[in-house]
């Protein structure tokens, strides 16, 4: 972490106009009486978001908010909609036990809940696991010349022997005989 007087967006004054005590913040653009000691930031948030952001940019991680850390993956996913019972198509995202952020062209409200179905590959095959989900929260989402909509997804309900195959997803756990053979590395 960053010591007393570390602060990587201080400035010091090189102005004879400007007091020794004022020197500049990159963060916000204008004076700062801080002179570099983080015990007097002023956008203390600011900072940190803009640290987190540095860390990404250099290969590092920043630290996981939510309260489940999610899988990064790339899976085929199926799914119908409360609003018509056609099957759709979309790509999961990431995953967790509590949840899931999807990636499709539908345009579908907040709120709105789904009966999902992912696929994951299990041995020469595909296995899957079905659980209902709610969309918690969503956006637009481009990609080249893709365009389409992410979703949050929060699972509302989920069979036991289907939460066992989600649970075997995330762990990476070995799903034939062969003990070499697993999804993750």
Known sequence: MLTEKGC?????????????????????????????DLRYCGNKDGLKNYLNEQRRK?????????????LDVDLPLEYESELDSVNSGAITINLSPKGLLIRCIKDMPVKTKLKVKV???????????????????????LQGEWSGYQYGLRLTQIREEDLQKLMIVLMGIPLGNDDSTKIFD
């Open 8 to 36: 990587p967006v201080y400035r010091k004054p090189k102005s004879l106009y400007m007091s020794e005590r004022i020197g500049y913040c990159d963060l916000d653009c204008h004076c700062s009486g801080c002179e570099g």
């Open 58 to 70: 250099q290969g590092g991680t920043a630290p996981e908010k939510r309260r489940v850390a999610r």
């Open 119 to 141: 696929l994951y590959p299990e041995e020469f095959s595909f296995n899957n696991f079905e659980a209902m989900a709610e969309i918690v929260w969503k956006g637009e989402h």
